[in-house]
């Protein structure tokens, strides 16, 4: 069962910090701290991480986190495995992240590689799905707080600062919106983030039209780590494609050429 989703991007920075030497300098040629968050299902931030060196890999960033060492060490206080909807099959509550990110009985991954069989494709594109939580919610976070639109001219300390009060009220104002008619939301209309049509397509949200923002996508560095909790992974994978199996999902796999 799919409860947060997780994602990493770079928060760009106008100078290096004092006496950092190359410790914040991305391969980009500039310098930058690493936001890292797990986002839910209704666009708002659960967990962030900021501040981190941006010469670090991705999975390194990730088991030096506080939330990767809660994760790793069972401290997050999850809650316990339940049945997936129409079957008896248990699964626990997962964290969702993209290649970059290792496999863990509570985070789950794609598949890397592109030449799949059909079930494998079908997994990584139901992940895929959930996943644009978290490009709603960085992309509409950089699109509405408009000092994300260049490189932040500050000390690395309000830098730090400066996400994190963007991030408290991109939440503070997603849940007071939650309270509003949809029609009269100026925040984030339904047309701003991906919505999905009556087809299952998805439509991207008006946010991407945006001009060109000053939060990007890390490289996608993950090693491939599938020997691991491979049981949790075929479970989800068998539901995706027999008792969780959508239409939908069918017609964009044949179009891409999986029968």
């Keep these: 069962m799919i409860h947060l989703k997780c994602r990493k991007v770079q928060m760009l920075t106008y100078l290096a910090p ?12 500039t310098f930058s701290i690493i936001l890292l968050a797990c ?10 991480d900021i501040g981190a060196e941006s010469h670090n890999s991705d999975v390194g ?26 079957t008896t099959k248990m699964l626990p509550f997962l964290f969702i992240g993209d290649e970059a990110f290792p496999l863990k009985s509570n985070l789950m991954r794609p598949y890397p590689g592109v030449a799949l069989s059909k079930d494998k494709t079908i997994f990584n594109y139901r992940l ?19 000092i994300f639109r260049k490189p932040l001219v500050s000390s690395l300390e309000t830098s730090t600062f400066t996400v994190a009060a963007a991030v408290c009220l991109h939440n503070f104002i997603k849940s007071a919106e ?38 990007n996508r890390l490289s996608r560095t993950g090693s491939n ?9 075929r479970t989800l994978q068998n539901y995706f494609c027999h008792e969780g199996a959508t239409a939908w999902q069918d017609a964009h796999i044949a179009k891409n050429g999986k029968k």
């Design 225 to 233: 780590m599938y020997s691991r909790q491979a049981e949790e992974t």
């Design 18 to 29: 004092p006496k950092s030497g190359s410790r914040f300098h991305n391969y980009k040629g």
């Design 39 to 48: 986002v839910d299902a209704n666009y708002k931030f659960v967990l962030v």
């Design 128 to 146: 895929s799905r959930a996943r644009r939580c978290v490009e709603n919610a960085f992309g509409i976070m950089a699109s509405r707080f408009r």
């Design 61 to 86: 960033v990730f088991k030096n986190s506080i939330f990767g060492q809660s994760l790793e060490k069972g401290t997050l206080d999850l809650p316990y495995p339940v049945e997936i909807p129409g």
């Design 178 to 215: 939650e309270e509003v008619p949809s029609c009269e939301r100026r925040y984030c209309p339904l047309d701003f983030a991906h919505n999905m049509s009556p087809d299952g397509y998805i439509n991207d949200g008006r946010w991407r039209t945006e001009e060109a923002l000053a939060i």
